[in-house]
């Protein structure tokens, strides 16, 4: 009788165990969905069980100056750069302090605490060796052999970022080590590199600018106030102008002027794209730039534009436009001398003038 009693013990706590092992391994595949049908939307994120990808990391290849500022203080940047032209607020934590002192060259370090987290370059003459700007696809991806599935984790979490083929042409992702990736954002009509984006694990999961399979957690979306947004929005604004201009200088193209005027056009399509869930050049009234335009009394003998929506962040916006046959023409058009562009969330708006004589 005792050992029946025994055994029924027994019987008993291994179905108990098994039970919640199966509780334990129930994690239904969900997706996030699309936050808006839009030309260059952001990446759905889905969620599956996944098992670690071992991949060599590529910290001994990258031996140029700027691959040194990863994890580094402010006062080690301040002592080497000096104080920034402009400190932006990212919509992730961090801040941008902008470098765009030289008209050829543009960096801006995202600094979170007192630590650099990501770095954002593109222009002439950086020390981002092995690679440099203009230099070809194929020279890079023969160095890296670009991969559609790129994997991190850490501790018990883990977590694969799948790449498409859009993807792998114009940004491929490369683990340079444990904890720190390189996007390389490519000229897809010239098939050159064009710029560079460092980034810290935990960076990239925030921005999350490519579909991610994953165990464990994700990063929350950003939650700000409308007067952090704000704050987001007027230096997103500015590094549309400052990326866009260095990209023209290297194309040989004039510098465009800001023109607040039509910065505020362009501001007001953005938000109301954003409020009324649309992405067209044409309001919801109809009225398309020459409309918009005559209403802020914004006069011009030649006028463009161009928009985005669902990019992380101005930069990956501006490199989406370069690989935009019609956006890439706006962006390089020599008969337009002004610019002004609003950012409403995570809608962009570019407007281009050329002023009558």
Do not use: C
């Not at 991949?55 to 700027?66: H, R, S, V, W």
């Not at 165990?215 to 007027?234: H, I, M, Q, S």
């Amino acid at each position: 009788m005792r050992i029946m009693r025994s055994m029924i013990f027994v019987t008993l706590i291994a179905i108990i165990v098994f039970y919640f092992m199966e509780q334990s391994d129930a994690n239904p595949e969900k997706t996030a969905g699309d936050q808006s049908k839009v030309v260059q939307e952001k990446r759905n994120v889905q969620e599956r069980k996944v098992a670690p990808i071992e991949e060599k990391a590529n910290e001994n290849l990258f031996e140029g100056n700027i691959f040194t500022w990863m994890g580094r203080t402010i006062q080690e940047l301040k002592d080497e750069f000096g104080e920034p032209q402009r400190i932006d607020r990212s919509a992730y934590g961090y801040d941008w302090w902008v470098y765009n002192g030289n008209p050829k060259q543009y960096i801006q370090f995202g600094i979170e605490g007192n630590e650099i987290k990501t770095v954002y370059v593109t222009g002439e003459d950086l020390e981002i060796e092995p690679v440099h700007i203009g230099q070809s696809y194929v020279e890079i991806n023969n160095l890296f052999t670009f991969k559609e599935q790129v994997p991190y984790s850490e501790g018990i979490s883990s977590y694969t970022f799948n790449l498409n083929e859009e993807d792998l042409t114009t940004r491929p992702l490369v683990k340079i080590d444990d904890t720190t990736f390189i996007q390389l954002y490519f000229d897809t009509f010239t098939s050159k590199l064009s710029s560079i984006r460092l980034l810290s694990a935990d960076t990239l999961l925030k921005h999350r600018p490519y579909e991610v399979e994953y165990r464990g957690e994700l990063p929350d979306e950003p939650d700000l106030t409308d007067a952090e947004w704000a704050d987001v929005e007027k230096g997103m604004e500015q590094q549309v102008f400052d990326i866009t201009n260095v990209m023209r200088n290297q194309h040989g193209k004039g510098i465009l002027d800001w023109e607040e005027s039509v910065s505020e056009v362009a501001f007001l399509h953005s938000k109301d794209m954003a409020e009324n869930n649309y992405f067209s050049h044409y309001s919801l009234n109809g009225d398309g730039l020459k409309e918009r335009l005559a209403a802020g009394d914004v006069f011009y003998a030649a006028a463009g534009e161009n928009i985005a929506a669902q990019y992380p962040d101005a930069p990956a916006a501006v490199e989406g436009w370069l690989n935009s046959e019609g956006h890439r023409e706006a962006l390089f058009n020599e008969d337009y001398s002004h610019i002004g562009v609003g950012v409403y969330r995570f809608y962009y708006t570019q407007n281009f003038l050329g002023k009558p004589n």
